[in-house]
Every structure is written in C-alpha cells, then in structure tokens.
C-alpha cells in the first residue's frame, strides 16, 4: 500500500513539476529568434559605437544636461524594443553618477530625468526598467516618487517596496 501511495504521489509531482517548467521557461521559441544575434555578437559587431556612447565624455554630456537626459530616457520601450545602445548608454549613466569623486549635482540631474520619465510611462516593463535604475542611484527622499511609480501595480509594488529598504538601509 505505501508503494501505491509513494508511487501516486511521484506521478502527480512530476505532472506539477512538468507544469511548472512549462510555465517558468522564459526562453522564446525558435522560431521567435531565427536570425537575432546573441548578446555577445551584437556587442563585438557595435563594439567601437559602445566605447563612445559609454565614455565617460558622453556620459558626462548625458548627465549635466536636462534635455539630453531626458531624450536619453524617452528612448526606452515596452518589453525588448528598446535600442540596446541607449540602454547600455543609460545604465553606464546610472554608473557614473556613483562612481566615487561624481559630482552630486550631476546624479540628482540624471535621477531626476529617471523619475520623471517613470512617472510618465505608461508600460509596466518601461516602469520597471526606470525603477531597476533608481535602485542603484536614488535617495531616500525619492520614496515617494519611486511609490508613485510603481503605483497600486501587483508587479511593481513588491519591487518598489525592497528599493525602499535598501535606500532606509532596512531588512
């Protein structure tokens, strides 16, 4: 009886975890990625347009000038359709407004530019992708913006909260 049972129970837990698997599995069909390059080809065929979108002139360019920033966020889009130049070139920004002798002025610019351009997006992906970028160089008196941003969102609201602790320093 006990061989039955064990027996029973291991069938309906490989149906679960078969399930699981299936629903969990965020790999695109392949189909979806004929003919798309891998990250690694993409970045060895733009390396040198990279290296000048990340230097630190063109960052600094990005950070200290309003319009420019704003334009730098505005390029980011719902899901996987955002230009990955301006998305490497965006969290390279988010980088150097925290890398030690930055200046404070440039990093309330660009966190600015970041909230601003959360709270006007109206995709759940642009606003996590502009929260991801707060976490790293925000303060603590942006909480309110970062809630506000991420709203009543089932999705955001847990992410928004943990951005929270870190910048209290709470667990």
């Known amino acids: 009886m006990k061989k039955i049972v064990f027996a029973c129970f291991a069938l309906v837990a490989c ?5 699981d698997t299936e629903i969990m599995d965020i790999r695109p069909s392949d189909e979806a990625v004929k ?5 690694v080809d993409w ?3 733009h390396a040198a347009e990279l290296a000048a979108a990340v230097a630190p002139v063109a960052l600094k360019a990005l ?10 966020c505005a390029a980011v889009q719902p899901a996987y359709y955002t230009d990955p130049l301006k998305a490497h070139q965006l969290a390279a920004a988010t980088q150097f407004v925290m890398a030690p002798g930055a ?3 440039d990093r309330r610019l660009w966190v600015g530019a970041l909230l601003k351009a959360g709270q006007a997006a109206k995709d759940e992906s ?7 970028q ?4 925000a303060c603590e008196k942006d909480l309110a913006a970062i809630a506000a941003i991420a709203g009543d969102s089932a ?5 928004a909260e943990m951005i929270a602790r870190d910048l209290k320093g709470t667990k």
């Open 126 to 132: 642009v606003k996590q992708f502009f929260l991801d």
């Open 15 to 19: 149906a679960v975890l078969a399930k």
């Open 43 to 45: 970045q060895k065929r």
């Open 134 to 137: 707060l976490r790293w160089c």
């Open 103 to 105: 200046a404070a002025a």
């Open 155 to 159: 999705k955001l609201k847990p992410f």
């Open 35 to 39: 003919g798309a390059p891998s990250a």
């Open 63 to 72: 950070v200290t000038d309003a319009k420019k920033a704003d334009a730098l």
